[in-house]
């Protein structure tokens, strides 16, 4: 069973010098674009000298070249899993893929984030199937791309296992326990829910890094995330 990946949705390196330092133990953390965009690779390096792992979040879309451009120089900071938006479509991901070649770094698409409403999906983004179907959508573009996996709610992760098979990777934020408020997240779950449906990695974020005891909330979600609470 994977580590649950924390997000650290923060502006700034103390805050998550801070954070690791309530940790005695290696851990698999987000950083996302607001972070990265303060702190830029330095962080990243910092980081990995500490001996964590880490999903750098910046959804990367644009055309092709300078999306295989970009891949190219995040494979040189040695982090675990970056990702696109399925969205830029296969020529895109495809590029992606070539801008990692020869790293370690796992590739995965975003389909649908977990705050998009299927009524939003239809009324901003102008796609009229449902949210699931543009979901497996995506994600079988994204396997058809050669990617390592996808960013997906966990009510998606079951039918994406069905078509795309076990070991391709479930990425699903909008983790909660039952007890934490879903904020800004619209399709929710909680570590539970997310180990039977299958996801094979969950994020969590303010349910950790806002507690008063961020260890012993990661501690306790670990054990729900591997069935053992």
Request: charged share 25%; with cysteine.
């Amino acid at each position: 069973m994977n580590k649950p990946i924390i997000a650290l949705d923060f502006a700034s390196k103390e805050q998550v010098e801070e954070l690791l330092s309530r940790f005695s133990e290696p851990l698999f953390v987000k950083v996302g674009m607001e972070l990265y965009f303060q702190e830029g690779p330095d962080l990243i390096r910092y980081i990995k000298s500490q001996g964590h792992d880490i999903f750098l979040d910046l959804k990367l879309h644009d055309i092709p070249n300078t999306v295989e451009s970009a891949m190219r120089g995040l494979a040189k900071l040695g982090v675990d899993m970056v990702n696109v938006h399925a969205a830029g479509g296969l020529e895109m991901m495809r590029a992606a893929k070539r801008g990692l070649a020869g790293s370690s770094t796992k590739l995965i698409a975003v389909t649908q984030l977990t705050s998009t409403s299927e009524e939003e999906m239809h009324e901003d983004q102008l796609v009229y199937v449902s949210l699931e179907e543009s979901v497996l959508h995506y994600a079988k573009r994204a396997m058809q791309a050669g990617l390592d996996g996808v960013v997906c709610s966990v009510l998606e992760a079951e039918a994406i296992t069905k078509v795309c098979g076990p070991d391709f990777l479930m990425v699903t934020p909008g983790i909660r326990p039952a007890s934490v408020s879903a904020d800004d997240q619209k399709r929710v779950a909680t570590p539970a829910e997310a180990r039977v449906k299958g996801s094979s990695h969950i994020v969590v974020g303010r349910a950790i890094t806002k507690s008063e005891n961020p260890a012993e909330s990661y501690a306790q979600i670990a054990a729900e995330w591997s069935g053992r609470s």
